[in-house]
Each structure stands twice: as C-alpha cells, then as structure tokens.
C-alpha cells in the first residue's frame, strides 16, 4: 500500500499549510487514516487521525483549533482518496516530518493513538521560522 504525502516546506510563525497525502482505498472502504510527526531523536507523535466508515475525527490535545484533518474521496482516480492536514496558526515547535498513515479497519482509530499503523508515506517535511 503506498500513501505519497506533499505540501511541506518552510513557512513563517503564524502563517499557514496543506499537507496532502493520497492513498489507495482498501477493499472494505473502511480503515483508519493519520497524521503523525517526529523531530530527530523523538519518538513519533500521533496528531489527527480519521475513520473513513463514520468520519469520526480525533486530534492530539497539543494541535487541537489550529489543525484541521480531512478526507477527499472524490477524485477522478476513483482507485486513492486524499487526506489532507490543514494546519493554521503555524508555531516553531511544529517544526517535524510529517507522515501519512493508514490502518484497514476501525481500530487504530478506536484504541491508544500510537505510531503502529500498518501503512505509511515517505514523509515531509515542514518548518516554521
């Protein structure tokens, strides 16, 4: 399964980003989609994730009112969705790479939200200055 995350870079405190990341659908259309970072020598940090079956959404305490998470199902390659990150109100300590994950089934969005999605992007990478 391979997600491909983009929309990274470098932005200025306060200001704004779009993470994408397409993925394929699973064959059930349900599964749990994610966000997560990590800065070097950290351990990666779930921030929103997403349950495709109900669209019930959760975010980290330390994003919540400045992250936004959704899902577009509506693309003409009606084979992958796109899950998007908005992010608004951008803080130094935002500072991280960004990866995409993806879990088949309502699980991972049911229990502990930890980094042990079976399915992930490459990453990207976003700083604020």
């Known amino acids: 399964v391979q997600l491909v995350e983009s929309g990274g870079g470098s932005a200025q405190t306060g200001g704004s980003l779009r993470l994408s990341c397409t993925a394929p659908?699973?064959?059930?259309?349900?599964?749990?989609m994610g966000w997560f970072r990590q800065i070097p020598g950290k351990e990666r940090e779930g921030v929103a994730r997403?349950?495709?079956?109900?669209?019930?959404?959760?975010?980290?305490?330390?994003v919540k009112g400045r992250f936004t998470i959704s899902l577009d199902t509506g693309s003409q390659d009606n084979s992958r969705n796109t899950l998007y990150l908005q992010i608004h109100n951008l803080q130094p300590e935002d500072t991280a790479m960004y990866y995409c994950a993806a879990d088949p089934g309502w699980y991972a969005c049911r229990r502990t939200f930890k980094a042990d999605f079976a399915n992930w992007g490459q990453g990207t990478q976003v700083t604020v200055s």
């Open positions: 997403l349950y495709t079956g109900d669209g019930t959404i959760d975010y980290a305490d330390s």
């Open positions: 659908r699973y064959t059930s259309n349900m599964y749990c």
